[in-house]
């Protein structure tokens, strides 16, 4: 395999008072001038999203709000990483957080889908949803609903030799118990995926 290294990045704040502060990243030093304002503007957009999320429709104050993130893979011409946003709103019994995630294929040039890191036709959808499945069963996790599958575009993460599937707050468990991961080894899923995409880059041994 080809020597990569990791890509630059620095980090970036929407300030709007010492209450409300969001922090990204944005990459630099990339010789890619397409790819990097494509990166940038991706983490950008993906942050301004967030924003208006949380502040929406609704009548109350915004008090607080933090946006950070977190660089999950920066390794094998494969870059993925989170937002979360916490927002506070006036006289809300507890803040609300939000996390969204984005991976890049630095060979490629684009930003992944989930669907993007498979082999044309595999049934992934029904894999992962049996992997996560017997997590559930395994760890204990109390669900506010059954657990059928995941949706085809499901909130993911790459981290070193792990596929990560999350949900958001609610959607699949209370409250208390935070946001549900759900680790994949990529072994597990190795006959799935595609060779040439990150995961297959990520899976390789030398």
Same mark, same amino acid.
């Given at each position: 395999?080809?020597?990569?290294?990791?890509?630059?990045?620095?980090?970036?704040?929407?300030?709007?008072?010492?209450?409300?502060?969001?922090?990204?990243?944005?990459?630099?030093?990339?010789?890619?001038?397409?790819?990097?304002?494509?990166?940038?503007?991706?983490?950008?957009? @993906?942050? &301004?999203? /967030?924003?208006? +999320? #949380?502040?929406?429709?609704?009548?109350?104050?915004? =008090?607080?709000?933090?946006?950070?993130?977190?660089?999950?893979?920066? @390794?094998? &011409?494969? /870059?993925?990483? +989170? #937002?979360?946003?916490?927002?506070?709103?006036?006289? =809300?019994?507890?803040?609300?957080?939000?996390?969204?995630?984005?991976?890049?294929?630095?060979?490629?040039?684009?930003?992944?889908?989930?669907?993007?890191?498979?082999?044309?036709?595999?049934?992934?959808?029904?894999?992962?949803?049996?992997?996560?499945?017997?997590?559930?069963?395994?760890?204990?996790?109390?669900?506010?609903?059954?657990?059928?599958?995941?949706?085809?575009?499901?909130?993911?993460?790459?981290?070193?030799?792990?596929?990560?599937?999350?949900?958001?707050?609610?959607?699949?468990?209370?409250?208390?118990?935070?946001?549900?991961?759900?680790?994949?080894?990529?072994?597990?899923?190795?006959?799935?995926?595609?060779?040439?995409?990150?995961?297959?880059?990520?899976?390789?041994?030398?």
């Amino acid at each position: 395999m080809p020597i990569s290294f990791p890509v630059s990045t620095i980090t970036r704040t929407f300030r709007f008072d010492p209450q409300k502060r969001v922090f990204y990243p944005q990459v630099e030093r990339m010789r890619n001038r397409q790819l990097l304002h494509l990166i940038n503007q991706s983490i950008i957009q @993906q942050a &301004q999203t /967030l924003i208006s +999320t #949380q502040v929406g429709d609704s009548p109350s104050t915004v =008090a607080e709000m933090l946006g950070h993130y977190e660089i999950k893979n920066n @390794q094998r &011409q494969v /870059l993925s990483l +989170t #937002q979360s946003n916490y927002t506070y709103h006036d006289r =809300a019994a507890h803040g609300n957080t939000i996390i969204k995630s984005l991976t890049f294929d630095l060979n490629r040039g684009r930003c992944c889908d989930l669907k993007d890191l498979f082999k044309p036709g595999s049934d992934y959808v029904k894999r992962l949803s049996i992997l996560i499945h017997e997590q559930i069963k395994v760890r204990d996790i109390g669900l506010i609903s059954d657990f059928t599958t995941i949706s085809p575009d499901q909130d993911f993460y790459v981290a070193d030799k792990t596929l990560v599937i999350y949900f958001q707050l609610y959607e699949l468990t209370p409250y208390v118990f935070g946001f549900p991961m759900f680790p994949i080894s990529l072994y597990d899923i190795q006959d799935i995926i595609d060779e040439n995409g990150p995961l297959g880059r990520l899976a390789t041994n030398n």
